[in-house]
């Protein structure tokens, strides 16, 4: 069974994923990262491949990819460091990036590489639902891989009922129409926002993303979804911290 639906099949509620971008701070920090992320109770982690115009991405991550890619990284370079990841690390991996570097790497190689590194899905956030049915599932489901898809406030009720009929693994619901990037709180135009998605009854788990940044923003994400995934503040802590484990450590401490 994928990784990705193992895990929502054993842990219904208080999901916790986490976003990092590979390269950042350091070019051969990939393995370490997610070791102390598994070794801290991470549920899942994706593993952001840099691009050099993010742009659903806010400052923090902008700015992460940037100094990626001046450090040399690329998905050549990163499927290099996760060949033997699965040797010690059992999480969900998914794989979060711009449709133009896959693209030129080969989506169909792309997939092969995931495959044989124990990659479980992708998420791609220009990757168009309609281009996603047509020319891209197929593949992805040859090789087990679970294509996420992003929903925002402004989705609409018929497509997001399509992207659940076509999609599995988990929906990640967007906290707003704005680029990532941490915020304080929730406003109650969000929470609608997330009371709806979960009146709807969808058979994909839920996972909110964007913008979390504190105890009170995860509590409020548990209550209406399965988890929350945490990136810009993780991002930032590994930036200002001496090591990842010490980023990891004040993550944990910050958020339970």
């Known amino acids: ?23 950042h701070p350091t070019l051969n920090a990939v393995s370490d990262i997610i070791s102390e992320l598994q070794q801290n109770s991470i549920d899942m982690i994706e593993v ?15 700015e992460s990819s940037a100094v990626a890619l001046k450090n040399g990284m690329n998905l050549k370079n990163l499927f290099e460091q996760l060949q033997s990841i699965r040797e010690t690390v059992h999480i969900p991996l998914i794989m979060m990036g711009y449709l133009n570097p896959i693209m030129q790497f080969g989506f169909e190689r792309f997939c092969e ?16 639902f309609n281009d996603y049915i047509e020319s891209y599932k197929k593949i992805a489901d040859a090789y087990d891989l679970r294509i ?10 018929e497509r997001i009922r399509l992207i659940d009929e076509h999609t599995d693994g988990f929906i990640y619901m967007v906290s707003s129409a704005a680029t990532t990037g941490a915020q304080d709180s929730f406003d109650e135009k969000t929470i609608r ?6 009146d709807m009854k969808l058979k ?21 979804a399965s988890g929350a995934i945490v990136g810009s503040k ?3 802590l590994l930036e200002n911290e001496d090591s990842s484990s010490k980023a ?9």
């Open 148 to 157: 996420i898809m992003l929903i925002t406030p402004e989705t609409s009720e």
């Open 1 to 23: 069974m994928n990784r990705i639906n193992k895990l929502f099949q054993e842990k219904k509620q208080q999901v916790f994923s986490v976003f990092f971008t590979a390269g």
């Open 48 to 62: 952001g491949i840099p691009f050099s115009d993010p742009m659903a991405d806010g400052k923090v991550i902008q």
């Open 113 to 128: 590489k995931c495959k044989k590194t124990g990659i479980d899905g992708m998420i791609i956030p220009d990757l168009p």
């Open 204 to 224: 994909n788990p839920l996972m909110v993303g964007f913008g979390i940044s504190n105890k009170k923003m995860i509590q409020t994400a548990f209550d209406y």
């Open 248 to 256: 990891v450590e004040e993550l944990v401490e910050e958020f339970f």
């Open 234 to 236: 993780f991002v930032k």
């Open 193 to 198: 926002y997330f009371s709806r998605i979960k």
